[in-house]
């Protein structure tokens, strides 16, 4: 009976941290789920997966957007600008989670270039651009894009945004925007979204309801064994088993090292000594 008592209390120990870690993720990131497993290679930056990056296996914290303000990679990039120089994830800007055009198809996880918003005279703003009250979008980005033999930085011409939103795109997608309507044919189809009544169509600027938060610290690796289970690991750079496998041991022989050092200071401590001394 102690013995099977031991093993309840251990399980409710367990659950208890577990619950307690959980809550307090929920109460700092204000979103729930509080984090996500990245499924895909679109925002790598490196063919091995690197810390600091988003990588295909890792777990990163969705920050609410009522709690952080979005900074796209154009106000990250303006010149004397308010954000200049912020960066998010080894690039300029934040990185959001959206639901593609507010459907249910799994949430998109990518970078914020630039964010449209309506002018009271009836035409666009762009902030972090110099671009005010336009009929369209025509901006150059600082990313270099290689087509055509050589390499030119990503261009938006004559977008018309329809609504208000964000431009986005992931890190590793060369230089292909999300949304269709602002590629040039050179840079790549886009991506398509099923829409909330059932219809197939593309992607559309992201409205601001339709962000699920924004992507926050990283904890590299772990998320990779859901992936794993689920036969969707082709995407996870091949280093991230060996780094996940070196950091399970580490983790497992911790408790064990720190229980034999603990009981290498207990007998030598004088207390014991003295005790020994007393009981002969």
């Not at 912020?86 to 198809?105: A, C, F, L, R, S």
Request: glycine content about 10%; hydrophobic content about 40%; charged content about 20%.
């Amino acid at each position: 009976m102690g013995e099977a008592w031991s093993w309840i209390r251990e399980a409710v120990l367990a659950g208890g941290l577990i619950a307690t870690l959980i809550t307090v993720l929920v109460l700092m990131t204000g979103s729930w789920p509080p984090m996500v497993v990245i499924e895909s290679n679109s925002m790598q930056h490196d063919a091995n997966g690197e810390v600091g990056s988003i990588d295909a296996g890792d777990l990163v914290l969705v920050m609410s957007d009522d709690r952080k303000n979005i900074i796209t990679f154009a106000e990250a990039t303006e010149n004397g600008g308010a954000y200049e120089g912020y960066e998010n994830h080894g690039m300029p800007g934040d990185v959001i989670i959206y639901q593609k055009n507010g459907g249910t198809d799994t949430p998109v996880i990518h970078r914020a270039l630039l964010e449209v918003v309506a002018n009271t005279s009836g035409g666009w703003d762009v902030p972090g651009t110099t671009l005010r009250n336009v009929d369209t979008i025509t901006w150059t980005f600082d990313i270099l894009c290689p087509y055509h033999g050589g390499d030119y930085n990503l261009k938006v011409e004559d977008w018309d945004p329809v609504h208000e939103g964000y431009l986005t795109k992931g890190d590793n997608n060369d230089c292909m925007i999300d949304q269709p309507a602002a590629n040039t044919q050179s840079q790549g189809s886009g991506l398509s979204a099923t829409n909330p009544d059932g219809s197939v169509g593309p992607v559309q600027t992201v409205k601001e309801e339709w962000v699920v938060g924004v992507a926050g610290a990283e904890i590299p690796w772990v998320g990779a064994i859901k992936l794993g289970l689920s036969n969707n690991s082709d995407s996870v750079p091949g280093s991230t088993w060996t780094k996940l496998a070196i950091t399970a041991f580490i983790l497992l022989a911790i408790p064990a090292i720190w229980e034999r050092v603990a009981n290498r200071v207990m007998e030598t401590a004088p207390e014991v000594a003295q005790a020994q001394l007393e009981e002969e």
